[in-house]
């Protein structure tokens, strides 16, 4: 079992900038791909980034490519992302979500999931 809590969630200014984290705990967290997902009031849970256990291999969904970067800290059990040239199209609860498995896309495919935190950008 491996239980997840993000942090760093907030108010922001568009163009502002915003660093989630994701702490692990339970289980060793290197073997663990990490997704981040979000969604926003009314709309279905949206991918946004994933990494490798090695943190050798990330993924971003089009909409974020080049504003946000995600990374981790296995010694640290922890994997973040940074969010830059924030837009209030970003709005959204945030999750961090993790699984033994690499390369999906798909909400439904990670086992483990935090609670979320919640980002807001003001126009």
């Known amino acids: 079992q491996v239980q997840l809590v993000e942090s760093g969630g907030g108010l922001v200014q568009a163009g502002g900038s915003l660093r989630l984290s994701c702490a692990a705990s339970g289980r060793t967290f290197g073997p663990y791909a990490v997704g981040w997902f979000r969604q926003a009031p009314g709309k279905e849970r949206e991918f946004v980034a994933a990494?490798?256990?090695?943190?050798?291999?990330?993924y971003y969904a089009d909409s974020v490519k080049g504003r946000f970067t995600i990374s981790r800290d296995n010694a640290k059990n922890s994997v973040y992302l940074q969010m830059n040239s924030l837009k209030p199209e970003d709005t959204a609860v945030y999750y961090c979500?993790?699984?033994?498995?690499?390369?999906?896309?798909?909400?439904?495919?990670?086992?483990?999931w935090g609670q979320g935190t919640q980002v807001t950008v003001s126009s």
């Open positions: 990494i490798s256990g090695s943190g050798g291999l990330t």
């Open positions: 979500a993790a699984d033994s498995s690499w390369g999906t896309v798909v909400a439904g495919r990670y086992a483990y």
